[in-house]
């Protein structure tokens, strides 16, 4: 049943008739005055089989002639009578309807109910409380749970892989020849061109820029104290010293000091090792980023020696695996689960409790979190988990995994989070061949100016931002629950300005699409050839030099069955789902008036230039 609700009245209670898949269009015959909201009944609903019923939206015709939106896109399940508003956006402060207020504090109160912030572990982000994926309030469950668990398992991934016969195989690699054959199951072109060129150094400084990890490399104007390299060590392609390079310019650091000291899993009853690398990379003349030296734990010691490219050939090559599995460990946990999974759970939580849907932010930010609890519900799950894959099978799984991420969380800025600043933090404007950059910029822009028109269509000035007390909730839940009230991160605990909202909020939408795709989509392109991305290493890594070999190397490689495990949950985790939504397209009409609706337009005219640009221009 429905019943409509304007300023001057209500209508009588009739049966809600039509398809809902593209909406439904009625009447209402009575003059009411401006329709506040529409109120939705069980008995309505009875008729339809309980878990099709989806509404998208009702379009009400007024006596008067106007037209009024009414977006639903939820599941409507309980027994409730629930109440939908009007399309046109409001604020707490100018929603001056004694019962559209009424709908907003109780829409508030079930959604406080029916998500509920959980603290997973101590000193990381914290998440939505469940307890089983059928506990998720069923707006934002996938329609197929149970499929979309069980595809998510490695199973799954190894039977896709057919590498099913391989998962209790214990044994090490013997010969370079057998990791090929299990390699060739599942190709893509780039991990065809990584097979190919995985050992040459250029390849290696290149995954700095446009391979899964783009967030670490910097500028280094002085070395750090404890990677004490003298300029006669290292052979800088005729360009002079290394000091000298390094007031150029053309120097670049990378440290994974985050890994120092990280317990080690143990794989198969052998123990595991994991480093904290230093590299350091030069720049050339041909745009080329070579890596120049190298040293795999923190403290300098004689057994911890600097590697360098004029080592012996497999001196050189292990050394550049140990940081390659370095890196696995500090992109999974720090760049990609934390960075963008972790931080998209706290933002959607918050909106979801704190925000009504008649918001504009709601509108805004509601299509970015699509499939987001879900998804995080599941990696806690099935991933970090004491039976999960990661723990099982890398080298910072168990203990590692909840080490580095409370260190990652301790030292994250909001500043690494905007890409503008951070790529200026980190000095790496000039550096050349960095699409990950390019491209970046260019898309935090485009989505700066979306949210920027957007939200200056509602917030004229200051003082409105500052005295919504929805907006202000949900910036200092985040920090409260995102961020643990850490003010060194500068994270803003409310918002003062228009300008700042724009800020966080383009930071919001950028964490949850592109840096998100940046640091996901090419896991298997780069991971899928195990010696390119090992996720874990059982043997350490030389501690003198010219005692290294190709059996060496073998045997320091995962097992067989690790290998395998790793390369089927890489697999899976950069699949697309099938239900994938570019950004930009927005499936759901939370908007009404105009301007929202143009400036949508425009935003999606932008984003497909941008992606025709950077096919062009993609080699
Ligand atoms: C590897 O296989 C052995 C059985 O041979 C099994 O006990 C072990 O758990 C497996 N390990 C992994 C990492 O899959
Ligand atoms: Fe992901």
């Known amino acids: 049943m429905k019943l409509l609700v304007g300023t001057d009245g209500e209508s009588k209670r009739t049966w809600l008739k039509g398809t809902f898949t593209n909406g439904v269009l009625i009447s209402c015959p009575v003059s009411i005055g401006k329709l506040v909201l529409i109120e939705l009944d069980k008995q309505c609903i009875s008729v339809f089989p309980e878990d099709t019923w989806f509404p998208t939206k009702v379009e009400v015709k007024s006596p008067e002639g106007d037209t009024y939106n009414f977006p639903i896109y939820r599941w409507i399940t309980d027994s409730e009578v629930q109440r939908f508003r009007e399309g046109t956006a409001l604020r707490v402060f100018e929603d001056n309807n004694y019962l559209g207020r009424y709908s907003r504090q ?58 099913k016969g391989l998962a209790d195989c214990k044994k090490n690699w013997t010969n370079i020849e057998d990791i090929d054959r299990v390699f060739c199951c599942k190709r893509t072109r780039i991990s065809d061109y990584v097979h190919k060129h995985w050992k040459e150094d250029a390849f290696f400084g290149y995954q700095y820029l446009n391979g899964v990890n783009p967030m670490l490399i910097r500028r280094c104007s002085a070395l750090p104290d404890n990677f004490p390299v003298a300029d006669d060590m290292v052979f800088l392609h005729d360009q002079g010293s290394l000091r000298k390079e390094m007031e150029r310019g053309k120097i670049f650091l990378c440290d994974y000091k985050l890994l120092d000291g990280v317990k080690a899993n143990t794989i198969n009853l052998k123990k595991q090792f994991l480093m904290a690398p230093l590299i350091l990379l030069h720049e050339t003349p041909d745009d080329k980023l070579m890596p120049i030296a190298i040293q795999l734990k923190q403290t300098p010691a004689d057994d911890n020696p600097i590697f360098f490219p004029t080592d012996s050939e497999y001196d050189w090559l292990m ?63 099935l991933l970090i988990s004491e039976t999960g894959v990661f723990t099982q099978f890398a080298a910072s799984g168990g203990e590692g995994i909840m080490t580095i991420l409370k260190r990652s969380l301790s ?110 989509t090419g896991q298997y392109d780069y991971g899928g050839w195990m010696p390119n991305t090992p996720i874990s290493l059982q043997l350490p890594p030389p501690t003198t030099k010219g005692k290294t070999s190709k059996a060496t190397m073998l045997q320091t490689f995962p097992d067989v069955n690790t290998t395998v495990q790793g390369m089927a949950t890489m697999w899976l985790l950069s699949k697309q789902s099938s239900d994938f939504v570019p950004l930009g397209q927005y499936p759901e009409g939370h908007f009404s008036e105009k301007i929202p609706c143009k400036l949508i337009k425009d935003f999606q005219g932008e984003l497909e230039g941008l992606s025709a640009d950077s096919r062009e221009s993609s080699h």
Not at 114 to 142: N, Q
Not at 152 to 162: R, S
Not at 423 to 446: C, H, Q, S, T
Not at 495 to 505: N, S
């Open 106 to 163: 109780k829409e508030l109160q079930q959604r406080e109910k029916d998500y509920r912030w959980d603290v997973y572990a101590k000193g990381i982000p914290h998440c939505m409380e469940a307890t089983d994926p059928c506990s998720l309030p069923c707006e934002i469950r996938f329609s197929f749970t149970k499929n979309t668990e069980f595809l998510y398992t490695a199973a799954t991934g190894l039977t896709e892989l057919q590498l």
């Open 319 to 381: 050394a550049k695996i140990f940081v390659r599995s370095a890196d696995f460990s500090a992109h999974q946990l720090n760049v990609h689960l934390l960075r963008t999974h972790l931080l998209a759970e706290v933002f959607a939580v918050s909106l979801l409790r704190n925000v009504p849907m008649v918001h504009p932010l709601y509108k805004l930010l509601i299509p970015h979190t699509r499939y987001t609890l879900q998804i995080n519900y599941l990696a806690r799950r």
């Open 411 to 520: 030292s994250m800025t909001y500043s690494s989070l905007c890409i503008p600043d951070d790529i200026v933090e980190r000095g790496v404007e000039a550096l050349p061949n960095f699409y990950y950059r390019d491209d970046g910029l260019k898309l935090w822009d485009i989505i700066h100016r979306f949210v920027e028109g957007v939200l200056s269509f509602y917030y004229k000035n200051d003082a409105e931002v500052e005295k919504d007390s929805e907006l202000q909730k949900w910036i200092s839940d985040i920090f409260e629950h995102g961020f643990l009230s850490q003010t060194g991160t500068g994270i803003p605990e409310s918002f003062t300005t228009v300008v700042e909202l724009v800020k966080f909020v383009t930071m919001v939408i950028f964490t949850c699409s592109g840096q998100h795709s940046a640091v996901n």
